[in-house]
């Protein structure tokens, strides 16, 4: 009887220890947009390592390139996915693509502004803990999926990639 009280005080011992880990909804959307700002205030940016068509870019090392266009790359870590979306029209001062994302329930929706750049972060909860994270700076944005535990990670990853971009 006392072996099974201790397994039980163990197990709910366990699940609060995992629960009090992880991060609320709330805490990670605030450390991404923190990420994010972070990056775009930065003096530091990173060197372009990768050539393309129209442009080049910081790839890190762990991300493969497995799809290509003009004004679009897509990259893959492990299964995945990361779209790069380039809209050479538009400067880093550009509302355009902040005016044109969805007002959906269930999203964060955030945006820094520096005197040269207009960024923003979007999160949208899609399913139990995979959310889609979009960021972006002027005509320039990057999407994946992800989960809460790694969206700032995710976040400041993909912002560096965008400002490292260097046109031809």
């Not at 959307?29 to 050539?51: G, I, M, T």
């Not at 995945?80 to 005016?99: C, D, G, M």
């Not at 999407?143 to 700032?152: A, E, G, Q």
């Given at each position: 009887?006392?072996?099974k009280?201790?397994?039980?005080?163990?197990?709910?011992?366990?699940?609060?220890?995992?629960?009090?880990?992880?991060?609320?909804?709330?805490e990670?959307?605030?450390?991404?947009?923190?990420?994010?700002?972070?990056?775009v205030?930065?003096?530091?940016?990173?060197e372009?390592?990768?050539?393309?068509?129209n442009?080049?870019?910081y790839?890190?090392?762990?991300?493969?390139?497995?799809?290509q266009g003009?004004?679009?790359?897509?990259?893959?870590e492990?299964?995945?996915?990361y779209?790069?979306?380039?809209?050479e029209?538009?400067?880093?001062?550009?509302?355009?693509?902040y005016?044109?994302?969805?007002e959906?329930?269930e999203v964060?929706?955030?945006t820094?502004?520096?005197t040269?750049?207009?960024?923003y972060?979007?999160i949208?909860?899609?399913?139990?803990?995979?959310?889609?994270?979009?960021?972006?700076?002027?005509?320039?944005?990057?999407?994946?999926?992800?989960?809460?535990?790694?969206?700032s990670?995710e976040s400041?990853?993909?912002?560096?990639i965008?400002?490292?971009?260097?046109?031809?």
């Amino acid at each position: 009887m006392i072996d099974k009280k201790l397994l039980w005080m163990v197990v709910v011992l366990s699940l609060l220890m995992v629960a009090a880990c992880s991060p609320s909804e709330e805490e990670a959307y605030s450390d991404a947009k923190s990420k994010v700002k972070e990056a775009v205030l930065a003096d530091q940016v990173k060197e372009p390592n990768k050539e393309l068509e129209n442009f080049s870019l910081y790839k890190p090392e762990d991300m493969s390139i497995i799809e290509q266009g003009p004004t679009n790359v897509i990259f893959q870590e492990d299964d995945q996915p990361y779209v790069l979306f380039i809209n050479e029209f538009e400067e880093p001062n550009s509302k355009y693509l902040y005016n044109q994302l969805p007002e959906e329930d269930e999203v964060y929706l955030s945006t820094i502004e520096s005197t040269d750049a207009f960024s923003y972060i979007l999160i949208q909860k899609r399913e139990e803990n995979e959310y889609e994270l979009s960021v972006g700076i002027g005509g320039i944005k990057m999407t994946t999926m992800t989960d809460l535990d790694h969206l700032s990670n995710e976040s400041k990853r993909m912002i560096e990639i965008i400002r490292s971009i260097e046109e031809k």
